[in-house]
């Protein structure tokens, strides 16, 4: 397997820089999601790893070794798309082989790597068919077996569940985080999808405009978000915001509060109304709406309704500060303090 280094990578098409003097390292045998909004830079990533969007300047190293100029079918790398590029005229067995077949493999190593591959990603019986035969979810691993038969460093995957639907993209999901455990490989997966973000990787790499706003674990990125942008982009529903009298911005999670219908007396604690309710499951989603803006609260009390008062009561320590540019402010920063003396803190 392989890790990836990126170094003072810049893109651009023409005019328009993508992404500028971008520094990142894709470690070995991990499963690591770039996910961002469309136009981040993230897939234009996945091809200059690839060799198919060579980088404008800057290097591409796989296992400490320059890749930057190296031919696509070189690199050891194997790529899945969105739309699974298979050869309608061929059945799974002939798209599975195809690659094996250009490079002059024996055909009894081709048969062996066609049973061991079709087996886990359980096509054994299905090597006959035609790809308009089967379903998205099979279609997507005949893409993934003819990855695999190469035995690559890198699996490269370009939103590779976005045309299944919701249930075929969990049951996905599963099966792929089981398959990189399996083959202990190196993963890179591009997603505009920051709950396939969460629930796959291993690191998560978050994307905007080109620059990374934060490379973390999910947890990291979820309990410790750097700025803004990851704060509202990471999370359902997203981090709340509102606006300081110092003019820095507050944030708390919409599971950090608790509803309440009587004031505590201390603490923060505002009114507001109950302006929407909404039952999923196991938990219930408010919306309440509050002098200071709108608030998104995730609880599992069914018990209030629309049109009631209520209190917004969030604990201090749950509380995120960030500055007027949108960068976290942390302990020991004068800012924080004062935004927490305002909140009623020490």
Same mark, same amino acid.
């Given at each position: ?23 990142? +390292? ?17 897939? +234009? ?20 070794? *320059?890749?930057? *100029?190296?031919?696509? &079918? ?37 048969? &062996? ?37 190469? +035995? ?40 505009? *999808? ?7 990787? *291993? ?15 999910? $947890? ?37 509060? &608790? ?16 302006? +929407? ?5 196991? $938990? ?63």
């Amino acid at each position: 397997m392989a890790g990836i280094e990126f170094r003072n990578i810049c893109k651009a098409f023409g005019l328009v820089k993508v992404i500028e003097n971008l520094n990142l +390292t894709i470690e070995d045998g991990k499963f690591t999601v770039l996910v961002g909004p469309s136009g981040c830079g993230k897939t +234009t990533l996945l091809r200059i790893i690839a060799g198919i969007g060579p980088a404008t300047s800057g290097e591409c190293l796989m296992d400490g070794k *320059d890749i930057t *100029d190296l031919e696509p &079918a070189r690199r050891g790398i194997a790529m899945v798309f969105q739309n699974y590029a298979l050869y309608p005229t061929m059945n799974v067995r002939e798209n599975i082989v195809f690659g094996l077949k250009n490079i002059g493999m024996p055909r009894e190593k081709r048969d &062996a790597l066609v049973r061991e591959y079709s087996g886990i990603v359980d096509l054994l019986d299905q090597l006959h068919k035609s790809p308009s035969q089967l379903s998205g979810g099979q279609r997507q691993r005949v893409a993934l077996a003819r990855a695999m038969v190469k +035995t690559p460093k890198v699996f490269l995957m370009d939103e590779p569940l976005s045309n299944l639907d919701a249930k075929l993209r969990v049951q996905m999901r599963g099966e792929l985080i089981e398959l990189q455990k399996r083959l202990g490989a190196t993963f890179v997966y591009v997603t505009h *999808d920051q709950v396939e973000a969460m629930s796959m990787a *291993d690191t998560i790499v978050l994307m905007n405009k080109g620059r990374i706003q934060q490379k973390g674990s999910p $947890e990291e990125i979820y309990d410790d978000p750097n700025n803004v942008f990851t704060a509202q982009f990471i999370g359902t529903p997203p981090m709340n915001l509102l606006e300081m009298e110092n003019g820095c911005r507050l944030g708390y999670r919409p599971e950090a509060i &608790a509803l309440m219908r009587v004031s505590p007396g201390a603490g923060y604690c505002p009114a507001g109304e109950i302006v +929407t309710r909404e039952m999923l499951g196991a $938990e219930t989603h408010y919306k309440v709406r509050m002098a200071q803006g709108d608030v998104m609260v995730k609880s599992l009390d069914k018990g209030f309704a629309a049109g009631e008062r209520v209190h917004v009561c969030v604990p201090l320590e749950r509380m995120f500060f960030f500055d007027a540019q949108g960068d976290r402010l942390r302990p020991g920063q004068r800012e924080y303090d004062a935004c927490r003396r305002l909140m009623g803190g020490a």
